[in-house]
């Protein structure tokens, strides 16, 4: 079946340095999802992507589709306190989300 | 906001004891799914439906599970004879689905210790 690997698993970093998670699916996806769970909360809607190559900026963070749509990445520039969570790409068709294995980010201030 | 909201928060039950949760959705959203998360992972896609119709139910899940949505709007899951492996939490999600895929809402969830 589908599946929807992230790394790294943890990344801990000083407050103000970059960040970047990175999403890999072993088969093509028709759009991939990202969403951000804080500790204790639930996962909540970041962006979708449905483009093959396409690149989203929220702030912060960018967001990228791989040109083959197997792969996405997101990039945190500068990275604050209330960035803390664990971020998860999720990808598939339109009837359902495989959620990725996720990537703990911890930033000391 | 309404939101999705989940029932029981938290459910502690002996291993071979039947429970069941429940999860109101968006009022307006006419998908509904079930979703699996362990500590340290992804959420796991249980099953989902489009208003009342059960459409897909992942191989994984055990016949122990069974979900229903009766008339399209909240839906009940129900785990039969629970074994210490289905600890979990159990994220229940709804979404408005038109054309193409669109955002997960997330309830809180209910988080199931079977002891």
């Known amino acids: 079946g589908q599946q929807v690997m992230q790394i790294p698993q943890y990344q801990h970093v000083q407050e103000g340095e970059d960040f970047t998670t990175y999403c890999n699916s072993s088969t093509t996806l028709s759009n991939i999802q990202w969403y951000k769970q804080r500790p204790g909360g639930h996962p909540v809607f970041l962006i979708q992507l449905v483009k093959s190559g396409e690149v989203k900026k929220q702030k912060r963070l960018t967001f990228q589709f791989g040109e083959a749509k197997k792969n996405s990445s997101l990039h945190i520039t500068a990275t604050q306190t209330t960035d803390v969570g664990t971020y998860f790409c999720?990808?598939?068709?339109?009837?359902?989300?495989?959620f990725g294995t996720g990537t703990l980010l911890a930033v000391q201030p | 906001d309404t939101g999705v909201s989940q029932n029981p928060r938290h459910k502690i039950t002996k291993r071979g004891q039947n429970v069941t949760f429940r999860c109101d959705p968006i009022s307006e959203h006419n998908r509904l799914y079930w979703y699996r998360q362990t500590l340290g992972q992804g959420p796991e896609f249980l099953t989902y439906?489009?208003?009342?119709?059960?459409?897909?139910k992942s191989r994984l899940l055990s016949d122990r599970f069974s979900a229903e949505r009766p008339k399209g709007s909240f839906s009940t899951l129900e785990i039969q004879r629970t074994e210490q492996g289905d600890s979990a939490m159990y994220l229940c999600?709804?979404?408005?689905?038109?054309?193409?895929?669109?955002?997960?809402?997330f309830g809180n969830g209910t988080r199931l210790t079977v002891t």
């Open positions: 999720a990808g598939g068709a339109t009837n359902k989300l495989i």
């Open positions: 999600a709804s979404s408005l689905y038109r054309q193409g895929s669109s955002p997960l809402h």
């Open positions: 439906f489009q208003n009342e119709a059960q459409l897909e």
